[in-house]
């Protein structure tokens, strides 16, 4: 085979790897490479129909959905939760416990005491993607995940 | 801002909540965020490219060997010298030599805390990862910084002083033991990050470098410092195959620029390469799949019939994790054996055959394309932890360099960024083996199209280590 054939067969191959890219890369994102940039630019009103749009249970009408977290003898309820949230988006989490503690959420670095008799609240911006742990201090234990997706 | 102190100290009980529960590995434990798994479509995507490109490359590969000839030539200007002069050569080894103490004294003195003691972070994070990825590019640069090669040379200077003479001989290194020294090495490190639960914390990272130097002092001892660096010092070993792939290299005392992956070309096929690289694909295959749902299914059954026994459940998870670890060595071994009996049995008659291992060096760019995948996060993450780790190594409230107070800054790349650098890693990587394959089945076989057919059961193997790289950054915390 000739070089000529040879850069064009290369040739080739580059064009169906780009449209096989365009084809499947869903079309949410705009195309290129431009990974940081959108949670900047989420608009707030979508951001209110996502979280409104959550299958969450709707005891009480109040807007914002808050991810419910119990803990009893020093363990969650239900085992370790998964909370997503888009990156941009705001994370609503609440907690509930039998007895006193501190509760900390790796990479966001956020600590909140919780206790008998009160909720505890967290609620931020969540502009750090990637899966992070939220775990109850001293004992250690996994409380849950949050997970940020682009 | 809070004082990162007291985050820090979140790790303190992990180590007994992981006794009742299969923790991730430790060099992902010490982490405080996990990576999310790439989309399909992104999976599906990178596969298909792979299977096109291989295709592809079949037919646009050179017909003349490329990367066996041993081009290098000299940097130009004094750089090449000053870098290998003797005086940079004892400063480097010295600095080798004392961040080995650092990590025995952190380790051992230090807080027992994973994330907080200075030990685990530089071993598991920037030593052994991070220098995969500096060896690849700029070559061999642990040979510089090696502590026992620089201790022993040291030993040796004196011993020659003091003995006013040489000192005898070493034992000629036995060419049967190979690389097998440096496997069991590799793959007694990875043991103790991936399965040995809480054992592979501060302190255990700090007995087992005390426990692998005395081993090496005496083996250097036995066959001579550069012997055993050579051959048997798993590390030294390690990133030495990975520094083929850059494009720097030392001859006598100049450095000097090769064609990049040139350098695999002369990886001799020494007892034990195979089964070295092995250890090197099959351990971070672990890694990735023990983060996966297929593990997850597997391991409670496993360990309930580990513990029905008689074992308590600790032992039960340490078992279940190292059966984990050495199946997913076994099955890469294989399948690369399987590739290898392909190729004999295609290439048949007229030329003879080739020795199982002729192929085995393109494996290396597989082995970084692993490593890079799966690790790229921790040591960008990670890896930061460094900077204040390096003020407080022992996890007492020091602040040796004022910048015990920093923190993790989780923001430098984002999620796509993220997914689309490993893609690259996995498919570059594949490309590359392809490329060092091709090029010895042309020295093997002459022309290249008896060296293309030859090829096909070997690009079989490739796909599926690269399927199976996807397949492991899809499956991971899905």
């Known amino acids: ?150 | 801002m809070r004082s990162p102190r007291s985050l820090r100290a979140a790790g303190a009980g992990a180590g007994a909540a992981a006794l009742a529960w299969p923790s991730p590995a430790l060099g992902h434990g010490i982490s405080q965020r996990a990576d999310l798994p790439i989309p399909e479509w992104l999976f599906i995507w990178a596969a298909g490219l792979v299977l096109i490109g291989s295709f592809a490359a079949l037919a646009v590969l050179w017909p003349r060997p490329k990367l066996e000839q041993r081009e290098w030539r000299p940097l130009p200007g004094p750089l090449a010298r000053v870098l290998t002069a003797r005086p940079v050569e004892v400063t480097c080894g010295l600095a080798g030599a004392l961040l080995l103490v650092l990590v025995i004294w952190s380790g051992m003195v230090g807080e027992q805390v994973v994330s907080a003691n200075f030990a685990p972070t530089f071993v598991y994070v920037l030593f052994w990862v991070g220098l995969v990825l500096v060896s690849s590019l700029l070559g061999d640069v642990f040979r510089a910084f090696n502590p026992w090669r620089a201790i022993g040379r040291g030993f040796g200077f004196l011993a020659r002083h003091a003995l006013r003479g040489a000192p005898p001989a070493p034992l000629p290194y036995p060419e049967r033991l190979g690389r097998w020294p440096a496997v069991a090495a590799l793959l007694a490190f990875t043991w103790l990050e991936l399965a040995s639960q809480e054992a592979g914390g501060p302190r255990g990272v700090a007995f087992a470098a005390l426990a692998y130097s005395a081993a090496t002092f005496v083996a250097m001892a036995l066959y001579g410092v550069e012997a055993w660096i050579e051959r048997g010092e798993g590390f030294s070993v390690y990133f030495n195959l990975f520094s083929r792939l850059s494009p720097f290299e030392r001859r006598g005392d100049r450095i000097g620029l090769r064609r990049p992956l040139s350098g695999l070309a002369d990886v001799d096929a020494a007892p034990g390469t195979v089964a070295l690289l092995a250890v090197m694909i099959g351990t971070v295959t672990f890694d990735g799949a023990s983060e996966g749902a297929l593990w997850q299914a597997l391991v409670f059954p496993l360990m309930g019939a580990i513990e029905g026994l008689g074992l308590s459940p600790v032992a039960s998870v340490r078992v279940a994790f190292s059966i984990g670890l050495v199946a997913c060595v076994v099955l890469v071994y294989a399948l690369y054996r399987l590739g290898a009996a392909g190729v004999r049995a295609a290439a048949g008659g007229a030329k003879g055959r080739p020795a199982a291992g002729a192929f085995t060096h393109s494996l290396v760019p597989i082995a970084l394309a692993y490593v890079g995948a799966h690790y790229l996060t921790l040591v960008a993450f990670q890896g930061q932890a460094i900077i204040y780790l390096a003020s407080d190594p022992l996890g007492r409230g020091a602040n040796l360099f004022g910048t015990a107070g920093r923190s993790i800054d989780f923001a430098l790349i984002g999620a796509n960024a993220i997914w689309y650098a490993q893609v690259a890693f996995v498919v570059l990587g594949h490309v590359a083996a392809l490329m060092v394959a091709h090029d010895r089945a042309l020295v093997l076989y002459g022309d290249g199209r008896a060296a293309t057919r030859s090829q096909v059961p070997m690009l079989a193997v490739m796909v599926a280590f690269t399927t199976l790289a996807l397949w492991l950054l899809s499956q991971a915390n899905a």
């Open chain 1, 1 to 150: 085979m000739s070089n000529a054939a040879r850069l064009g067969v290369l040739a080739v191959v580059a064009v169906v790897a780009a449209i096989a890219f365009v084809a499947l890369r869903p079309s949410a994102g705009n195309p290129g490479q431009a990974p940081p940039q959108p949670a900047a630019q989420s608009e707030p009103s979508e951001t209110e129909r996502k979280a409104e749009a959550r299958p969450r249970r709707e005891r009480r009408p109040a807007r914002p959905q808050y991810a419910r977290i119990r803990i009893r003898d020093g363990a969650p309820v239900g085992g370790v939760k998964r909370i997503d949230v888009d990156s941009g988006d705001t994370a609503r989490i609440e907690i509930a416990s039998d007895a006193a503690g501190e509760i900390h959420l790796h990479g966001y670095d956020r600590e909140a005491q919780v206790g008998p008799g009160r909720l505890t609240r967290l609620r931020f911006r969540a502009d750090l993607e990637g899966i992070f742990e939220l775990e109850l201090h001293g004992p250690g234990t996994k409380l849950a995940d949050l997970r940020v997706e682009p």
